[in-house]
């Protein structure tokens, strides 16, 4: 996997980028080194955290060039978000299933990126499914669908990327708005382009109520298109790798490094023949 490039967008310019990536590594290491000291209860919000760590202090590694520090990192995120979702599975409620959704997307990009393609494609389908608000996979429908339809799109796109990188594109139902006016979506049968359509709505309204929107989730949803479309044998490849190439120079802060840059990374792993230029 190679390194980005410090974006020409990035603010600050490649001395603040070294300056800022320094930071983040070494408050990664601290909040590792708090979270491990003797004494600290095993609760859900550590486990949690503890999984952050160690994707993040991936990322650090991994844009320092040390590969192999950077894979251990991010298979020990993903051995322990496999324990926790192993733990909490059995008493897990459709309250807990949004939050779980973050954190099983998080292992599912550990997972992939520590070359751990089968355990990766366990994860997606946990966030496909949690993200969905769905406990046991066997619902008819959500029992919450408000709680999975948050106005920064954050759980639609998990399910729209989560189904991308599982090969399923069509066949399933969603939460679909009837039209742009609607504030109340219906559970139907549908297909990626009307989940894609779903999470463009929840960002709308976002937008319309001034909420904050991030520019990982919108700009992400041009990317998934031109590659949606490569995969029907609809779209150019170049389309596709333009697409990444704007989404990788939306990188302007650590921020964007921590939610923009996994997800290149990614994608350029799982889909070779389309980004590999």
């Not at 996997?1 to 070294?18: C, F, H, N």
């Not at 973050?102 to 355990?119: D, F």
């Not at 399933?172 to 559970?187: K, M, Q």
């Amino acid at each position: 996997m190679a390194r980005l490039r410090v974006p020409e967008s990035y603010k600050g310019g490649r001395k603040q980028w070294v300056a800022s990536l320094a930071k983040f590594g070494q408050m990664q290491h601290q909040s590792l080194e708090n979270l491990t000291r003797p004494g600290r209860s095993d609760t859900p919000l550590r486990a949690q955290a503890l999984v952050d760590c160690w994707f993040s202090l991936g990322l650090y590694h991994h844009w320092q060039g040390e590969e192999e520090e950077a894979k251990a990192n991010w298979t020990q995120a993903a051995s322990l978000s496999q324990a926790y979702i192993k733990r909490e599975l059995p008493t897990l409620t459709f309250k807990d299933a949004p939050s779980d959704a973050k954190l099983a997307r998080k292992a599912a990009l550990a997972a992939a990126l520590s070359g751990q393609e089968s355990l990766a494609r366990t994860f997606f389908s946990y966030t496909e499914r949690f993200s969905t608000g769905l406990v046991t996979g066997h619902e008819e429908r959500p029992a919450d669908p408000g709680a999975v339809l948050d106005s920064m799109g954050l759980h639609p796109l998990s399910r729209v990327y989560s189904l991308i990188r599982l090969g399923r594109l069509s066949g399933f139902h969603g939460l679909i708005f009837p039209d742009a006016r609607s504030d109340e979506a219906v559970w139907v049968q549908t297909d990626i382009h009307g989940l894609m359509a779903t999470a463009e709505h929840c960002l709308a309204i976002g937008r319309r109520e001034g909420r904050q929107v991030f520019a990982s989730e919108t700009r992400l949803i041009p990317l998934l298109r031109a590659l949606v479309a490569v995969l029907e044998a609809r779209g150019a490849t170049e389309e596709a790798r333009k697409a990444l190439v704007t989404y990788e120079r939306s990188i302007r802060d650590m921020a964007g490094f921590y939610y923009i840059y996994p997800v290149v990374l990614d994608l350029k792993a799982a889909f070779p023949t389309v980004f590999t230029t």
